[in-house]
């Protein structure tokens, strides 16, 4: 439904320029929930408003729904942006007008019939559950309904595409839930492409079939949430999973391992230790829900360097687990060289 071709973005000011967008490739499939994750800075903006082109790129292709938007017209690319919603941070609505009139706008913009126009402003409100709200104005309602009402317009023209801007940085966690929930829910009952940033792992974790990570603005890594999340090496497994740095010793082994579905039952530390007869710490883990499936990551420490090991290793791996080695790069059988980055992995 989106792609996203070499990319780039540069600004350029008072003689400087700063690359925003430096080469990205990105592909978002029809009726998938996208997220684009990353620090303030690393681009993300820039790219999802290049989607539209809010901002024009400096070179790459865009294509949406087939169509190659920097080789429209403007007439043409007028229709083809009301085929893309948008939804912002800060919600952007007319204080002036109603909650139904700051809906009825796109559509007033477009040349709706007034009979028309009313009706799929009614229509909007009761997908969005702002019914009882539609005579009320923007300094009257929360900021929860402030982003329904947001959506409500953005999905006016009937987009095949949503595009959403840091939608719920600006609402407390609990409004943030029912958001994303409605989100989902119009992702399904609609079959909206949409397309997301933020820098909170936990809407990656609630929606996202999929994801990328951003860094001074370039893609480091994107894939199915699930799959980034058993890839040894994973800057969205390290966000999800918070761990300290290890402590390597040079007498012992520190493992991550990540389990999902079954192996999340299985008492795979306990049988490591019976197994082998010998002592495992436990260092820390978390698991969480993905998409209606356990998946989580433990850290162990085993006694003895890692060759000593090379038995406990494949043992673990056998069992299905994702096994990550600190301190060991190039391990072929699917450990990762995990010694400390430049840059933490997104919060």
């Known amino acids: ?54 901002e024009r790129p400096d070179e790459g292709r865009v294509r949406v729904d087939g169509r190659d938007l920097l080789e429209l ?9 009301q085929r893309i919603g948008m939804i912002h941070q800060h919600f952007g609505l007319l204080s002036s007008r109603t909650v139904a009139g700051n809906v009825a706008f796109p559509l007033e913009v477009m ?62 966690p609990e409004t943030t839930a029912s958001i994303l929930e409605l989100l989902r829910d119009l992702n399904r009952r609609l079959g ?7 820098h909170e792992m936990d809407v990656v974790k609630r929606i996202c079939d999929s994801a990328a990570v951003m860094r001074q603005g ?14 040894p090496g994973s800057e969205l497994a390290r966000g999800l999973f918070p761990l300290p740095e290890p402590v390597l010793r040079g007498d012992t082994t520190v493992v991550d391992v990540t389990f999902e579905g079954e192996s ?16 495992v710490n436990i260092l820390g883990g978390a698991v969480e829900d993905i998409g209606g499936t356990r998946i989580g990551r433990l850290r162990i420490e085993l006694p003895g360097p890692p060759d000593v090991n090379a038995a406990q290793l494949a043992h673990l791996r056998e069992a299905g687990l994702t096994v990550e080695v600190h301190g060991v790069a190039g391990d072929a059988a ?14």
């Open 264 to 279: 999340a039952d299985r008492p795979f530390v306990s049988t490591l230790a019976r197994t082998y007869s010998i002592d």
């Open 218 to 231: 370039r893609v480091v890594e994107s894939g199915p949430v699930r799959e980034l999340l058993l890839r």
């Open 73 to 81: 017209s403007g007439g043409e690319l007028r229709r083809a942006r």
């Open 1 to 54: 439904m989106i792609q996203i071709e070499k990319l780039r973005k540069v600004y350029r000011a008072r003689g400087r320029e700063v690359t925003a967008v430096d080469g990205v490739d990105l592909t978002v499939r029809e009726g998938e929930v996208f997220g684009v994750l990353g620090r303030s800075g690393a681009g993300k903006s820039t790219l999802l408003r290049c989607v539209n082109l809010l």
């Open 111 to 172: 040349g709706v019939p007034r009979a028309e126009r009313a009706a799929r402003v009614a229509e909007l409100l009761e997908l969005v559950g702002l019914t009882e709200h539609a005579d009320a104005y923007p300094a009257q309602i929360s900021g929860g309904q402030k982003q329904r009402v947001g959506i409500a317009r953005a999905l006016a023209g009937r987009p095949k595409v949503l595009l959403s801007d840091e939608a719920t940085s600006a609402l407390d």
């Open 334 to 347: 699917g450990a990762g060289d995990t010694a400390t980055e430049e840059e933490a992995p997104v919060s």
């Open 192 to 198: 909206l492409t949409i397309l997301l940033i933020t």
